[in-house]
């Protein structure tokens, strides 16, 4: 972790640690903090190696290097690998990573990493992706165990208006803007809402197409942190739920929020995880990443009403198909 | 500001170190600056772990953090530009409580190679300390005896000074805290039988020790005194505690050579209760100014009687140095404001 930053791979832990207290067990919670950076690699494994938790019955860990803890009965529920080494190996961000120092750092990661997975009883993942990388990288079997919400009981159809909403951090990663775009090519008077808080450039690179294509009364822009209840409500009335994010490695809590709002979804096929829980034409509608593409999409969500709530049952259905549900973690997780 | 709050942690142990750090992050937030705990693990046994878990807390990489608040040996060990040490107690086994005439068992295998190591490790922590506060004078004497630094007392406030806030003696004597033999709570057992028999004992808290809470009840009845004392042996939730304390007469505690003022005794003294105490109870006699705050009596049965039957016999009286135990202990000015100000500075 990194000190003061909190997100979804602090709540997976700390969900998890409420669900496993709520059946019975005594749960502590360890947070050490962690840098990618080269230089410091291997220390950082060294005193994650050198930390004793031997007064635990079982040990699970989450994000690296947590899963070099020694301990006999250890289950790792990992959800990234320390990504420039791995699947970010040679991304435009870190331009250098072909130099002979650090293709030696990753040898000898890599080479470490496998040792430690090895010592895990057993290995889950949060996405079918992550244990794709896993394989490939590290020669790993792994089981998908899908990270559910914490408490998805308030999330209902209520109603279902003339809204496509979008509730996540508002990041460039996230394409927000594609759908901006999109919404310049409607014909039909679908209204898009974004919600969250973000990247403040990009906000106002939101604002500013919002204003040049004159959209200022079908998009609505709430830029501002909202809580549960409001986004409950904003979801249990929506028409369908958009998430196109840039080659994300699970399906994201928007569309499981949605799934359980029974909405259908609305990704782009270079999303990355989405089309692990969403089929195209079955719980949503996975199109190219373009405005038109999207455009077309929203269109028919809004035309095809009929088409559109069938969808959106079928993607409550697929929750309970892919076992997400603390139950079922929980079950596995102490198996 | 983001200031991290850094402490050791043992899987399945809470203390009083524990409840400070989160009553520090509160106060801190109190204070419009954020925080947030980092818990290393530490395990001091075996031994021949230490040296790895002090490297541990030494290879840590800190970012996102302004200052770190640092409590205890390893944890202080974390390296940081930023680093204040409020220092709770070092590793006490390799310093005051080693004895080299009688070592104990299982240091004797890591010789005095360990020592040396804990040693340094301690003189480059303090080292890059941007301050050092300690928690007694009693950690401030052993910091300048056996490391040649010095720190600056900054006792611990009581963490919920609100809950403490008096009221009417419904007459009896409390004496609330862990309950074992260092606290001596039989000792004001065998001195109630020595009390008129109006006078009534309340002891509440946790028993440490499996046969401590039945030995107890066992010596009342031998005493004879069991219709007098209730006996309240179990960890209490902070309202119950307050209420106890809040409608006692006068507090007793009894530590042998506390370090500190003493939680129990600081409580007490927030309420406006009046404190009855022992000669040799060390930290807590700061607070206990006998005839004007309590009473302090050697350590028998007899004298402690005289002393819980005095405060009886003239509620008046003992209500007049409750309220002046009350009035010494705001002296002190130990309040969370002024400690968070402290730490900041």
């Known amino acids: 972790m990194v000190p003061f930053v909190h997100g979804g791979a602090r709540n997976i832990v700390d969900w998890l640690a409420t669900k496993l207290t709520e059946h019975g067990h005594q749960v502590e919670t360890v947070l050490l903090p962690h840098i990618d950076h080269p230089d410091v690699l291997f220390d950082q494994m060294a005193a994650f190696r050198w930390v004793d938790l031997s007064a635990a019955d079982r040990l699970i860990c989450f994000r690296p290097p947590a899963h070099h803890v020694p301990h006999d009965n250890k289950v790792l529920w990992f959800i990234h690998h320390i990504r420039r080494f791995y699947d970010l190996w040679g991304a435009s961000y870190f331009p250098d990573s072909d130099t002979t120092q650090l293709t030696g750092l990753r040898d000898a990661l890599v080479a470490a990493d496998n040792a430690a997975l090895g010592e895990a009883r057993h290995v889950f993942t949060n996405s079918r992706i992550v244990s794709d990388r896993l394989a490939t990288y590290n020669g790993v079997d792994s089981e998908v165990l899908y990270p559910p919400l914490f408490d998805p009981s308030a999330y209902q159809p209520v109603e279902r208006n003339d809204e496509i909403v979008a509730v996540c951090r508002l990041e460039h990663h996230k394409r927000q803007h594609l759908l901006v775009e999109a919404m310049a090519h409607t014909t039909t008077p679908v209204t898009l809402r974004l919600c969250g808080t973000g990247n403040s450039g990009y906000v106002e690179q939101l604002r500013d197409t919002i204003a040049c294509t004159a959209l200022a009364d079908r998009v609505i822009l709430d830029d501002r942190w909202i809580d549960d209840d409001e986004k409950v409500n904003v979801v249990n009335r929506c028409l369908a739920a958009a998430y196109v994010p840039e080659n994300e490695d699970s399906y994201g809590y928007p569309s499981l929020e949605a799934a359980h709002a029974a909405k259908a979804v609305l990704t782009t096929t270079d999303s990355g995880g989405v089309p692990e829980l969403i089929t195209d034409g079955e719980n949503g509608f996975i199109a190219e990443p373009t405005p038109e593409a999207l455009a077309d999409a929203m269109d028919q969500l809004y035309l095809d009403r009929v088409r559109t709530e069938r969808m959106g049952e079928a993607n409550r259905e697929r929750v309970g198909e892919l076992q997400i549900d603390w139950d079922h973690v929980i079950e596995r997780i102490l198996a | ?345």
């Open chain 2, 1 to 345: 500001m983001n200031v991290l709050i850094v402490n050791n942690m043992a899987p399945f142990v809470w203390g009083g170190a524990e409840e400070l750090a989160v009553h520090l992050k509160r106060n801190l937030e109190l204070a419009d600056v954020s925080a947030e705990i980092l818990r290393i693990p530490f395990q001091w046994e075996p031994t021949a772990g230490i040296t790895a878990q002090m490297l541990l807390c030494r290879r840590l990489e800190l970012t996102n953090v302004d200052r770190v608040i640092a409590l205890k040996f390893p944890a202080y060990l974390i390296r940081h530009h930023e680093k204040v040490i409020w220092c709770l107690h070092q590793f006490r086994q390799a310093y005051d409580m080693f004895d080299p005439a009688a070592p104990d068992p299982a240091m004797v295998a890591n010789d005095a190679e360990l020592l040396r190591a804990i040693a340094t490790a301690d003189a480059e922590a303090f080292g890059e300390a941007k301050a050092i506060f300690t928690n007694s004078p009693v950690t401030a004497d052993r910091l300048r005896r056996f490391n040649s630094i010095d720190g600056q007392v900054l006792y611990p406030p009581v963490n919920d000074p609100e809950r403490f806030g008096g009221g009417e003696a419904e007459g009896y004597i409390f004496a609330g805290g862990r309950v074992n033999s260092m606290k001596r709570q039989h000792l004001l057992l065998e001195a109630l039988a020595f009390t008129p028999p109006s006078v009534r004992l309340v002891i509440a808290g946790p028993p440490e020790g499996a046969s401590t809470a039945d030995d107890l009840a066992a010596r009342a009845e031998e005493l004879g005194v069991a219709d007098r004392v209730t006996l309240d042996l179990r960890l209490l939730d902070r309202d119950e505690l307050a209420e106890w304390v809040n409608g006692a007469s006068a507090c007793a505690y009894l530590p042998r050579d506390e370090d500190s003022l003493g939680y129990v005794a600081m409580e007490a003294a927030t309420a406006g209760k009046a404190l009855i105490t022992t000669a040799d109870a060390g930290g807590v006699l700061g607070l206990v100014d006998p005839g004007v705050t309590g009473w302090v009596t050697e350590p028998s049965p007899e004298a402690l009687a005289e002393a819980m039957a005095a405060s009886a016999a003239d509620p008046r009286a003992t209500r007049r140095r409750g309220l002046a135990a009350r009035e010494r202990w705001n002296a002190f000015d130990i309040t969370w404001p002024r400690t968070v100000e402290r730490l900041l500075a």
